[in-house]
């Protein structure tokens, strides 16, 4: 499924979505929600979510951070461009997943979701009600431009993520039919209800293809107020939303304004934020978790500190690969490398030992490989024997270890050396050299925060040692954007999210389809064949211990092809905002639910405005 804010397969003949059913004709089921894994929670009928108040006040402003050099385009589903912080929330979707299940969606805009029994297409029929913020109905003639659109002009990530959609037809003006082709495929019916749907009658006017600095016309909970392009912009709540009593939208967006100021690097916008510019933050750097907050507005309760658990899969932090540059693309040289970053004094100088080292491409989930292949896991690998490297069936991935003490042990040092002297790279006038081409090894780790140059300076510092000329270079975000969709780099530092439903967004992810497209997310330029049979063996997987299996196959195969420097992942959220909000009593288990279910409470913000 879709990597969403919470995080976020396929099939037999029978129906394997486990939704409870509103009617049934023939081998047809119409329903409010679909599960890949599960009954959905919430019945028909249901009123709310379990983890927002209804009585939610609105109003207030919050005032929030974006990092760069800025935006220069407010429109988010096109390759060009850097779009603003928040833009998504002018737009709605077909259905939305709530914060406390992983793979289950609700109707938003579509009032029920009918699907036959072989999953072969999916019908969705439009809350009549539905509006564009212009007052004009929103109709199936919208959702169909809308597929075809983004996925012919769109960002390529659309042509692959529906790459599976044979058709989409207008069956009238608030039926809107989606037929599949190719294998069964689970994830296809629940995956169309997460597609934006964009006003038809808007952009038969303007090329969709080219940024813009016009406020789009949406049908969300917000629309664009004001902008000061590479400097801010603001969104006001829509009054007369007309997605604002439906069910999965009661207790949400609850804050009428919401304005963004940017800051060019992390180190300022903490300084931003201490000084009371802005409102909230969330801390991803364990040194300034630790250290940076400690001011007298902490203890005196007028900024609070929190850390709240999850149970969202970790992904993969890393450092990734560039296999598509010669000297990345024998995996001897890559698994060398490995052994020249020290996690463990990372983890004790530089993150307080906040962190659990990352050893899976599904980490902290079941999805997660572990041990050596066994049961349904090994029958799915045997016929790939051969084709993968043997260590997939005779030996349990690891990642090289250290003493903490800040000095590679020399056995690390050795077995890279022995390593790249395999893949014909050797040490020669204190350069490792190939042998046969007589290139120096030169890389470069591409960074889009300096607060990283910390972690990757011991890193360079440990490749010198092998006579490696590594260097680093911190750029904007505009620059780190294009260079990251044209695959223009080294070495990048980035996280591969995953839900606990994998399915068609892996073929972004890691097939030979996707390595030289721009913007997709195979950033290792992953060219496998095992790789691209496997992610089609876990989009095809007719049930969730097939997907189980299938999946921590796939993330086997990719370990041993050594694309990353693993990195590490902490199971929750460390967060930081000033006193001047409520929250529901009951937070989800996928997500804080910051700013959507909480509220400006005005007895706290008095009192902070009268103390700060």
Not at 38 to 62: H, M, T
Not at 72 to 88: E, R, Y
Not at 374 to 391: K, M, W
Request: proline fraction near 6%; charge should be negative.
């Amino acid at each position: 499924m879709m990597r969403t804010a919470a995080y976020i397969v396929a099939v037999t003949v029978v129906v394997l979505f486990a939704a409870p059913v509103a009617f049934a004709q023939g081998d047809t089921t119409t329903t409010h929600a679909l599960d890949l894994v599960d009954e959905p929670k919430y019945g028909p009928g249901f009123s709310r979510f379990d983890y927002v108040n209804p009585d939610a006040p609105k109003g207030g402003r919050l005032n929030l951070a974006a990092i760069g050099t800025g935006f220069d385009n407010l429109h988010p589903f096109i390759l060009k461009g850097v779009s603003a912080a928040g833009s998504g929330l002018v737009y709605d979707t077909l259905t939305t997943q709530p914060m406390d299940e992983f793979s289950a969606e609700y109707g938003l805009l579509a009032e029920t979701i009918e699907v036959p029994a072989d999953n072969s297409w999916v019908q969705f029929t439009l809350r009549p009600e539905a509006r564009w913020h212009d007052g004009v109905p929103l109709t199936a003639d919208d959702v169909v431009w809308s597929f075809e659109i983004l996925t012919t002009q769109g960002h390529p990530f659309y042509g692959s993520y529906y790459g599976s959609v044979a058709s989409a037809e207008a069956i009238d003006d608030h039926t809107v039919k989606f037929t599949f082709s190719g294998e069964p495929n689970r994830e296809l019916p629940v995956i169309m209800g997460q597609l934006p749907i964009l006003p038809k009658h808007y952009w038969e006017e303007r090329d969709f293809t080219e940024t813009t600095l016009e406020p789009p016309l949406g049908s969300g909970p917000y629309k664009i107020k004001e902008l000061d392009p590479g400097r801010s912009i603001t969104y006001e709540r829509v009054e007369d939303y007309w997605g604002q009593d439906v069910p999965v939208n009661v207790g949400h967006y609850n804050i009428d304004i919401l304005h963004y100021d940017y800051y060019r690097d992390t180190t300022v916008a903490i300084e931003a934020f201490k000084a009371g510019e802005y409102d909230f933050r969330s801390e991803n750097i364990s040194k300034e978790w630790a250290t940076a907050y400690n001011i007298p507005a902490l203890d005196q309760g007028l900024l609070i500190k929190e850390f709240i658990p999850h149970e969202n899969p970790a992904g993969m932090q890393a450092f990734w690969f560039n296999t598509r540059r010669d000297k990345f693309a024998d995996r001897r040289v890559r698994e060398a490398l490995n052994y020249l970053f020290d996690f463990e004094w990372s983890n004790e100088n530089l993150f307080y030992n906040t962190y659990t080292r990352t050893t899976s491409y599904f980490a902290n989930s079941e999805l997660a490989s572990s041990g050596l292949p066994q049961g349904l896991e090994l029958e799915i690998l045997e016929p790939f024997r051969g084709r993968v490297p043997d260590e997939v069936f005779s030996e349990v991935f690891t990642v090289p270890q250290t003493d903490g003490s800040g000095t590679i042990p020399r056995e690390n040092l050795r077995a890279a050396r022995e390593l790249l002297a395999a893949a014909g790279w050797e040490v020669q006038d204190q350069k490792l050299t190939n042998t046969a081409s007589g290139e120096v090894m030169q890389l470069e780790f591409l960074l889009i925060s300096p607060s990283f140059e910390r972690v990757v300076a011991p890193v360079i510092q440990n490749m010198e040692r092998l006579g490696i000329e590594a260097t680093m270079r911190t750029v904007d975000t505009s620059q780190y954007v294009n260079r990251l969709d044209s695959f223009d780099y080294d070495i990048i530092v980035t996280t591969q999210r995953q839900s606990v439903s994998p399915g068609n967004e892996q073929r972004d992810d890691w097939t030979t389809e996707y390595a030289d497209t721009p913007g997709s997310s195979n950033w290792a330029g992953v060219r496998d064949p095992v790789v691209d049979e496997l992610v089609e063996l876990v989009i095809s997987a007719p049930d969730r211990e097939t997907l189980i299996a299938t999946t921590r196959a796939l993330d086997r195969v990719l370990l041993w092809g050594h694309y990353t420097i693993p990195h590490w992942n902490i199971p929750g959220f460390r967060i930081v905002y000033w006193n001047k909000f409520s929250r529901p009593e009951l937070l989800p288990s996928l997500s804080h639910g910051f700013p959507t279910i909480w509220w400006v409470d005005e007895a706290k913000l008095a009192r902070l405005e009268a103390e700060r």
